[in-house]
């Protein structure tokens, strides 16, 4: 005859439940808040960020998903984004790399005028006139860590770079793409 097993206290129950690694749900969704640091020739060298989207786990620690957000640079913009997000590890701790991309819907009038973006001694040549803002495209990749605390909640802190492309028009059929280079420093939670 075979004996049951002896249960000490709460050492049994520790062994047959597994640590929480993994969502149970293949949704979750990551709300970001942060900045994007740029140059001091900026008008805004660190505007403030938001961002939340939905995503799925395709495969292993690999997961996608379609976002939305608020950004506060020169106007202020909706950015529409897919993003992909790959967690190095299968642990409660791990490192992660994410790849963000999309359009940036102006949701205001702009605040770009000539004398902004037209070298100083061009500016007699042009009268100083507002700009339309447009929108743009825009890419970041970024590298952080994630920490699950349980099954429906985590947190997540990244940096990375970040690269758009904002587009204005003017009078007379006039058009000026603005390139802007900056580093991203998001903190992220963690819902499912």
Do not use: C
Not at 117 to 141: C, D, H, M, T
């Amino acid at each position: 005859k075979s004996k049951p097993p002896r249960i000490l206290g709460n050492e049994t129950a520790k062994k047959e439940i597994p640590e929480f690694t993994i969502p149970l749900s293949k949704w979750f969704n990551l709300s970001e808040i942060g900045v994007i640091a740029g140059n001091k020739e900026n008008r805004r060298p660190t505007p403030f960020v938001f961002g939340t989207s939905m995503n799925r786990i395709i495969r292993g620690n690999l997961s996608a998903g379609m976002g939305i957000g608020a950004e506060f640079l020169t106007e202020t913009y909706m950015p529409v984004s897919l993003n992909l997000m790959y967690r190095l590890r299968n642990n409660p701790v791990t490192p992660f790399a994410m790849l963000q991309g999309g359009y940036q819907i102006p949701v205001e009038d702009t605040r770009t005028y000539y004398q902004n973006v037209v070298p100083n001694w061009v500016s007699y040549l042009n009268p100083v006139q507002e700009l339309k803002a447009r929108g743009g495209l825009f890419i970041n990749p970024s590298f952080g860590i994630l920490k699950n605390y349980n099954q429906g909640f985590g947190i997540s802190l990244a940096f990375g770079y970040r690269f758009h492309r904002l587009h204005y028009t003017g009078e007379d059929n006039y058009r000026f793409d603005a390139d802007f280079n900056r580093l991203s420093l998001k903190l992220g939670f963690i819902f499912n």
